[in-house]
């Protein structure tokens, strides 16, 4: 139903409003607007958060969107459609102390709180009627109120009877939407809707959809299971399934990290040992910092790059005990540079930790082709502290400094 006032397709009244309880909250275009409310004078102004101009676009607000800038585009086509928009570097620390702000207040509503980034999270508010003495709707709607009120910060609400709907609709609207999908409605909202709706239906798989006669949902019901198993295997299962509606899948608040992180693009092309080992570093005390925060640690190392034509090489190894020692992963990230230097130059610079465990199962042993490493992480440890009480500048490698 569309507002009278305004004619904004917003909802007035939905037979199964006070009814739905499975929730998707997305954050308007966050670290755009984080940047924003920490700096009065770019309000008004079209801005890019993102790298240099060899980067891509992480953010970007509603004025620059406007100008077809996106998320993850090449930061120079951006600029060829936005030159007067205001390029702002990352400030993961702001995003995650404003993330966390906002996961309290959704962790005040329900328990069962499944993020799935800094910005957007899922909620199962079954049965908290009776604890906050309101449906979900209206707690739903005082969750983003808060955040606009107390954070400076909006969000769009998705209420559905599933996961996968609740995300869709969470994308109807934007920005300050409150979109809801009833289930007597499903059906008829999906029927005409492309099937690239569907997560993990990218390029590739769209392209395999429409050589099958596939594009919209009614196309994809038309379908028997079996036919579709056998024509896209597991995923053809799923997309029987969501082509009706129907998501099983439960909200979990626990959801294991399988991996971290970090990676940087150059301003231009890198082959140089030594200033590639510099951004090594500093990548894997991020990614060290990152892990203990958590207190967990990886038995797998891998080393991302991405050459000058935009190719990507990967190299891993997998270590005889998990670490979270910074040393230990930039030490290990180096033995598969240094090979990898005749595909130079790089633009990209990439590492990361995966086959995560606790951190308590890790580096219990000390390594006997090196007698020093020891020594090193008991000094990192206390660098650590240090910085914690100082600073993340207090202490700063000379490699660092490359």
């Known amino acids: 139903m569309r507002c009278p006032s305004c004619g904004r397709p917003r909802v007035l009244s939905h037979p199964e409003l006070l009814t739905l309880a499975i929730a998707h909250m997305d954050c308007d275009?966050?670290?755009?607007?984080?940047e924003k409310r920490d700096n009065p004078e770019l309000r008004d102004k079209p801005v890019i958060v993102g790298g240099g101009k060899r980067g891509v676009v992480t953010t970007a607000c509603y004025i620059a969107r406007i100008k077809g800038v996106r998320s993850a585009m090449p930061m120079f086509k951006a600029l060829a459609l936005c030159p007067e928009a205001v390029i702002v570097k990352p400030r993961m620390e702001a995003y995650v102390a404003a993330s966390r702000e906002i996961r309290d207040m959704m962790n005040e509503l329900t328990p069962d709180v499944e993020p799935l980034s800094l910005d957007e999270a899922f909620m199962d508010l079954r049965g908290t009627t009776k604890l906050h003495g309101h449906p979900p709707a209206v707690m739903l709607a005082r969750l983003v109120k808060r955040m606009r009120d107390e954070l400076q910060l909006t969000g769009s609400i998705g209420l559905s009877h599933n996961k996968f709907l609740a995300k869709i609709a969470s994308d109807l609207d934007k920005p300050r939407g409150f979109s809801v999908i009833g289930q007597a409605e499903t059906l008829d909202f999906l029927a005409e809707q492309p099937v690239s709706l569907i997560w993990g239906v990218g390029q590739a798989t769209k392209t395999a959809l429409e050589k099958a006669g596939i594009r919209t949902f009614t196309d994809l019901r038309r379908w028997e299971k079996d036919d579709l198993h056998r024509r896209f295997g597991a995923m053809g299962d799923r997309l029987w399934h969501l082509a009706r509606g129907e998501d099983k899948r439960r909200i979990?608040?626990?959801?294991p990290v399988k991996s971290i992180s970090n990676e940087t693009t150059f301003s231009e092309d890198i082959a140089a040992l030594d200033l590639l080992e510099g951004h090594l570093w500093r990548l894997a005390q991020k990614v060290s910092d990152r892990?203990?925060?958590?207190?967990?640690?990886?038995?797998?190392v891998t080393l991302k790059l991405k050459r000058a034509n935009h190719a990507s090489l990967t190299r891993r190894v997998t270590l005889h005990e998990a670490t979270n020692i910074a040393d230990r992963m930039f030490r290990t990230g180096r033995e598969l540079l240094v090979p990898a230097l005749e595909h130079g130059p790089f633009r990209l610079i990439g590492i990361g930790l995966s086959d995560l465990v606790p951190a308590a199962e890790a580096d219990l042993s000390p390594d006997l082709l090196d007698p020093d490493a020891v020594k090193r992480a008991q000094a990192e440890r206390a660098s650590d502290e240090i910085r914690k009480r100082f600073g993340k500048d207090a202490i700063v490698k000379g490699r660092a400094l490359r």
């Not at 979990?252 to 959801?255: E, K, V």
């Open 291 to 300: 892990c203990k925060a958590k207190d967990i640690a990886g038995r797998v």
């Open 29 to 34: 275009a966050f670290y755009a607007s984080v």
């Open 252 to 255: 979990s608040a626990h959801r």
